[in-house]
């Protein structure tokens, strides 16, 4: 849940590099790397006067996230509330730690052995 609020909150650009129609480098947070085909611009000149248009191209998406965050546990109803807390208790007492030894037969001792029942059962071959 934490990790949606944070999503949902935060704003970030994407800046991608196109070299004609392909997608040369894209980046988040920072200024993407050219390809190294961009067109230096010459010195003016009054004899000079075209300018060429290069094949690469810059493009930024901008995605803004929410500004305002609706918290208010006022409004939850008081059953709402009894059930959160319950919820939440019974989730956090799964995890604690059990250092009880085991005696299931403390109460009943076992029985007696009188003979050697395993022997009983046993064959021997001759």
Known sequence: MAIVVLFSTMSFTIDMHFCGDVL????????????????????????????????CSEKQLTIQGQDELQMSFDKISFEKQFFLVSLIQSYLSLFENYEGTSDFCSEYPPPLIVKKIYQLDETYLI
């Open 24 to 55: 040369v480098d894209a980046a988040l947070f920072h200024k993407a790397k050219g390809c190294g085909m961009e067109i230096k611009e010459p010195a003016m000149n009054e004899n000079c006067s075209f300018s060429k248009k290069g094949c």
